[in-house]
């Protein structure tokens, strides 16, 4: 267990370089920081590059949405969060049981029909 009254030569010092001596440098940028960056500068065309690359992005959904749905809904998730499935449930536990037992029947139906 470590002292908890060290000496004072052993306390911790303020900007001593030892305890935090490693690390991304201060005032360099992250990834995400540069990538803020470059979508916010201007074009030639004076459109911003997160416009364009917004504008091409639904564009290629529009062609192929199989292919670009999900790239876009997570993309759509990450930045608004992802909507929560809403179950709602009754107080009355027959309800329950018929709901399982619907469920159920679905899934022998449904299982049967994806293995032929």
Known sequence: MANPNP????????GNQAAKGHGRPLGSL?????????????????????DLLTEKLIAETLKNPAKMWPFLRDMIERDE????????VSSNPQNLVDMLKALDAEGESGGASNRN
């Open 81 to 88: 969060g992802k909507v929560s499935d809403k179950i709602e």
């Open 7 to 14: 000496a004072p030569e052993h306390r911790f010092k303020k």
């Open 30 to 50: 992250g990834f995400s920081n540069r990538l803020k960056k470059i979508l916010l500068n201007e074009t030639a065309s004076g459109k911003k590059v997160i």
